[in-house]
């Protein structure tokens, strides 16, 4: 989830900074302030940082040091009893603003459709790991639902379990990402590890769907694949559209997040990466460790701003911490995640 009111509020300021017409620093980051909730809202609750992957685009891979860890049921109920679902008449105000602001309506099917319609009511349950190793997520997922949210996470099919698929589907679970990045094995395994392969996902997925259809569950099937800018991508996502045409999955091409470490940096389609970052004021990311972080990129958890085991939520989204980074992140302060490992524009580049 994310603040769609703030969303909302700061969008006029968004586009009059690209303009050039705010040239007051301090008024802006005042006026970012006071359109801010007081109550905080959870972006994402990475309840494992667990994943058996070697994926070529993950920082994980090669520069995550953080020790392994998964969060307990108890710590993950904490985090939920202290949020609140989005009221229906906001909702209704929202999805009135994405169609007048971004022209997408809500029976679209894109990657910004994603991004505005889903990302924006549910809680993310996955960050640096794979959810489908979190053998609490069953509990995890129902825990959402008996509180009235909608859940989502990504993950990796060849890391299904049927079993507890089955589960988390009859718990509620209300969306799930299966990424595929080749209809061919050997270049599946190139770029997620040999942990992967397409062959083996794909007819899991297709078992998947016949149980969803069986037993009449709601939840939706995700299928993207990441832009990685490689040559042969086009085709093959043309294969794995065909392959599950007449099925009952939600399917799109997916920008790659971040891109900042790559050589080969390819841009976005995604308004979400086009847009300037509002996290600090939007969103705030549990770890597995029960870290309160500034986002879910932050993979080392470099900026921690509060532990969630020994404060509230709202104590650490209103405390000093949070109050320092806001600043920080404005400021364009040297030395930080933000400043130097990140592709989203930062509102401070815009108003400088």
Same mark, same amino acid.
Request: glycine residues 8%.
């Given at each position: 989830m994310f603040d769609i009111d703030f969303y909302m509020k700061s969008y006029d300021v968004m586009q009059d900074a690209r303009a050039g017409k705010i040239k007051d620093k301090e008024k802006v980051l005042a006026l970012l302030e006071s359109m801010r909730n007081k109550e905080p809202i959870v972006y994402n609750i990475e309840t494992t940082n667990a994943c058996n992957m070697r994926c070529e685009m993950c920082p994980r891979t090669t520069m995550m040091t953080r020790p392994i860890e998964t969060m307990s049921i108890e710590m993950f109920k904490r985090i939920v009893d202290q949020l609140k679902p989005h009221k229906k008449? =906001?909702?209704?105000?929202?999805?009135?603003?994405?169609?007048?602001?971004?022209?997408?309506?809500?029976?679209?099917?894109?990657?910004?459709?994603?991004?505005?319609?889903?990302?924006? %009511?549910?809680?993310?349950?996955?960050?640096?790991? +794979?959810?489908?190793?979190?053998?609490?997520?069953? =509990?995890?997922? %129902?825990?959402?639902?008996?509180?009235?949210?909608?859940?989502?996470f990504s993950c990796n099919p060849a890391n299904i379990d049927i079993d507890r698929t089955i589960e988390m589907f009859g718990n509620?679970?209300?969306?799930?990402?299966?990424?595929?990045?080749?209809? +061919?094995?050997?270049?599946?395994?190139?770029?997620?590890?040999?942990?992967?392969?397409?062959? +083996?996902?794909?007819?899991?997925?297709? =078992?998947?769907?016949?149980?969803?259809?069986?037993?009449?569950?709601?939840?939706?099937?995700?299928?993207?694949?990441?832009?990685?800018? %490689? +040559?042969?991508?086009?085709?093959d996502f043309a294969k794995l559209k065909k392959l599950f045409e007449g099925r009952d999955v939600y399917i799109y091409m997916k920008s790659e997040d971040q891109q900042w470490y790559r050589e080969d940096y390819h841009g976005t389609n995604s308004v979400h990466w086009s847009e300037f970052c509002k996290h600090p004021w939007m969103s705030m990311t549990i770890k597995s460790n029960g870290e309160a972080a500034m986002c879910m990129e932050d993979y080392n958890n470099e900026i921690v701003l509060g532990d969630a085991f020994k404060d509230s939520l709202y104590d650490i989204w209103n405390g000093r911490k949070y109050e320092q980074f806001r600043r920080d992140h404005f400021d364009l302060t040297k030395g930080i995640k933000c400043t130097e490992e990140c592709d989203m524009t930062l509102i401070g580049e815009l108003v400088k």
């Open positions: 008449e =906001k909702w209704q105000e929202w999805e009135k603003f994405v169609q007048g602001k971004y022209g997408i309506k809500p029976s679209d099917m894109s990657e910004n459709h994603f991004f505005l319609y889903i990302i924006p %009511k549910v809680i993310q349950l996955h960050g640096y790991g +794979d959810p489908l190793l979190d053998k609490n997520m069953g =509990k995890c997922v %129902k825990l959402l639902a008996d509180k009235g949210f909608h859940s989502y509620g679970l209300d969306y799930i990402k299966y990424s595929i990045e080749s209809v +061919d094995d050997e270049r599946h395994k190139a770029i997620r590890g040999k942990a992967s392969n397409f062959t +083996d996902s794909y007819n899991k997925i297709l =078992k998947i769907l016949d149980l969803k259809k069986e037993k009449g569950f709601k939840t939706t099937i995700v299928i993207t694949m990441l832009d990685l800018n %490689k +040559d042969w991508q086009k085709e």
